[in-house]
């Protein structure tokens, strides 16, 4: 059966066999409502969404200050929105029952039943003082566009020292790809092991091997579940960068939301790597038993790089970030940190990923020959040398 | 045709196999029997490519056996191997597809397999769901069905209760039929004697014997004579020139004649010794050429 055949079939078995599992289903939901909740929790907590009040008005002037107000209240995050009173009673009434949270009446008086809140009380103030300077300098003979020009003067634009605008989100982008990416390479490079050893444990290996190659064993089982690793990513980034956008947790600015679609470009590559390192690994032992001390010391530097990734972000130019994020085997996890923080030149994006993908490619290599050298040892785990020298 | 010829496989210093050979041509039903540790399973792995020879050569109809030839192959290996959590239908079918079969062809097949072996009822089950029986079942179904020329079965029987047995002897009888050669390693020398066209013995890595069981009983049958003599000594026969070693159960001794011993001889010095009842030689068991091929 010829290899590219053959490779397709089993990367349809990995993927059409895992999408069926329960495991898959509980741990892609889990994943999905981590991110979900990620994405919409700035929005719940934080104050980021406006807020609307509901304001009594008793006449016309009242009614101008609240629409004032409403416009001032944009930076604040208050919104105002109008009601007609009758009189001062009706007004009492409807402030006491809950239904205004404030009203505006004649004489300068704004009623409400306990502390006005803070943004509120701000953006009616202003109002209040945009309206009398309003009438005070048309009363002068101020003309209306003058009148405006003086009312909403154009407002002090900031800037940092650094250049950097929104700290904050970037940070909390740079984290979000880095715990994504951990949870995903560990995930999908521990499947591709138990994947291994459920075939050569079950014995399965031996009837797959009479019509296909090792290799194609391998490569279709690290590619199938790669496809649906990125699937899951593709699914997860979607919906949280939506639902960030949505419900304000992100502004929606291509500098911002660009950085969280990294993941998409290093998960395939960290995944390369460290999957063709755990079929290797998995390939050696014959029981699941034996599997956890044949794969620790890569679940040591996946955990170990993650680590890196975090003081990465407390110092994204620091030399200690700066290594990892070049060395392949911590290069997925650091790099996309450093990147959403702007903080990477280009050449050294460049150089990471041109050093990730020609060690993958000199790993795949001798993963398989592991692999093939090893698949169909049963009995003692089998050592790493050997495995070499029997698939020469 | 598989013709394996001068096939030699070291594992270390351990000699697996030394220059086997044998034939096994479509339609026959061939037994392959030898001591545990003889190299039966080596054999097989080497046919199907799982494991190379260090030397030595396996063609199937006269041509060099490539991976490509290999899909038309059926194997079951003696450690048996499915997918635990695959169910049944879904299990066979990507057997047959590995093989060569498009995806509904290999559904279908799946399906008339899963069919004829009793299993209707648990095509959805998973494999590890299924009593062992069963799961026997569902291995000789993924050996069959993509349809093989070639059957290479490691300890086929070995497990199945007699209704299996049966089953299962009735396939490999009908596959062959249909043209397609079969061979399978068994202890159960009955068993293979009553199936087999052939046998192929192997002690140590070496072929011992190997053809039709009729020619292998022809080549060695003449040189044991039963003979029931009434009231005779227990000595009748040891002045006989030729005869060798002998055993006795009654009034029935089996003599072994040494080459060019006149078996006329021997019946003369009976009817001297007594009333001859019975005066013939014996068919050996499959069970006892076995037994000599190894000891020599």
């Not at chain 1, 495991?23 to 889990?30: E, Q």
């Not at chain 1, 990513?233 to 956008?245: D, F, H, K, N, T």
């Not at chain 2, 559904?107 to 008339?112: L, P, Q, S, V």
Request: net charge negative; hydrophobic share 45%; proline share 5%.
């Amino acid at each position: 059966m010829s290899f590219n055949r053959s490779f397709l079939l089993v990367a349809r078995r990995e993927i059409t066999q895992r999408v069926r599992e329960r495991s898959f289903l509980v741990s892609g939901a889990v994943t999905l409502l981590i991110v979900v909740a990620v994405a919409i929790l700035p929005a719940l907590l934080g104050g980021d969404g406006p807020e609307t009040y509901k304001v009594g008005v008793a006449g016309p002037e009242q009614r101008a200050v609240a629409a004032a107000a409403d416009a001032a209240g944009g930076d604040l995050d208050a919104r105002i929105e109008p009601r007609r009173v009758r009189d001062r009673a009706q007004a009492e009434r409807l402030v006491r029952d809950g239904d205004l949270d404030a009203a505006l009446l004649e004489g300068r008086v704004v009623i409400s039943d306990e502390q006005l809140p803070d943004t509120l009380d701000s953006a009616l103030q202003v109002g209040q003082r945009q309206v009398s300077t309003g009438a005070t300098l048309r009363r002068q003979g101020l003309s209306e566009s003058a009148t405006r020009q003086v009312l909403d003067p154009p407002p002090l634009r900031t800037e940092t020292l650094s250049g950097e605008e929104d700290e904050d989100q970037k940070r909390f982008i740079a984290l979000a790809t880095g715990v994504l990416l951990y949870m995903q390479l560990l995930t999908y490079g521990l499947w591709v092991a138990t994947g291994v050893v459920e075939e050569k444990s079950s014995r399965v290996v031996e009837i797959l091997l009479s019509t296909l190659s090792p290799r194609a064993l391998m490569a279709g089982k690290i590619v199938g579940l790669g496809l649906l690793g990125m699937g899951q990513l593709l699914l997860v980034v979607a919906v949280g960068v939506g639902l960030a956008l949505a419900t304000g947790s992100l502004d929606a600015n291509v500098d911002d939301v660009g950085p969280a679609l990294l993941v998409l470009l290093w998960f395939p590559l960290g995944y390369a790597l460290y999957a063709s390192m755990y079929a290797a690994a998995a390939a050696l032992v014959s029981r699941q038993e034996d599997l956890q001390s044949a794969t620790t010391p890569l679940t040591i530097v996946i955990v170990a790089s993650f680590f890196v990734s975090f003081s990465a972000l407390e110092d994204p130019g620091g030399t200690l970030a700066q290594v990892a994020s070049l060395v392949p085997f911590s290069a997925p996890l650091v790099m996309p940190g450093r990147m959403a923080l702007g903080d990477a030149a280009p050449v050294e994006v460049a150089v990471a990923v041109l050093l990730i993908v020609a060690t993958t490619i000199l790993l795949v290599r001798v993963g398989a020959r592991v692999y093939a050298g090893a698949i169909l040892r049963t009995g003692k785990p089998v050592k790493l040398l050997e495995a070499l020298r029997t698939s020469e | 045709m598989l013709a394996i010829e001068g096939l030699t496989r070291r594992f270390g210093d351990v000699v697996a196999l030394d220059d086997l050979g044998f034939e096994v041509p479509r339609g026959q039903l061939h037994g392959f029997v030898g001591p545990n540790g003889a190299g039966k399973t080596t054999t097989m792995r080497i046919v199907l490519g799982v494991l190379g020879p260090d030397s030595g050569s396996v063609t199937w109809d006269g041509r060099p056996v490539t991976p490509g030839s290999r899909t038309g192959f059926g194997y079951m290996p003696e450690e048996r191997g499915l997918y635990p959590k695959m169910r049944v239908g879904d299990q066979l079918a990507y057997m047959a597809e590995l093989h060569g079969l498009e995806r509904g062809p290999a559904r279908e097949a799946a399906y008339d397999w899963i069919e004829r072996l009793g299993l209707s009822d648990r095509a959805d089950t998973r494999v590890e769901e299924l009593s062992l029986g069963n799961q026997q079942r569902v291995q000789l179904g993924a050996a069959l069905v993509h349809g093989p020329d070639l059957l290479v079965l490691d300890e086929p029987f070995s497990g199945l209760d007699p209704g299996g047995v049966d089953v299962l002897a009735e396939v490999l009888a009908e596959r062959a039929r249909d043209g397609a050669a079969v061979v399978f390693s068994s202890h159960q020398l009955e068993l293979v004697e009553r199936l087999c066209d052939a046998v192929s013995i192997i002690n140590d890595g070496r072929l011992v014997a190997s053809g039709e069981v009729a020619q292998l009983r022809a080549r060695r049958g003449g040189t044991r004579l039963e003979v029931e003599v009434e009231g005779a000594p227990d000595s009748w026969w040891e002045a006989v020139p030729g005869v060798g070693d002998w055993t006795t159960d009654g009034d029935t001794v089996v003599l072994t004649l040494e080459p060019g011993a006149d078996d006329q001889q021997v019946l003369a010095a009976a009817a001297a010794a007594g009333r001859v009842r019975r005066f013939g030689y014996t068919r050996p068991a499959l069970a006892e050429i076995f037994r000599e091929a190894v000891a020599a």
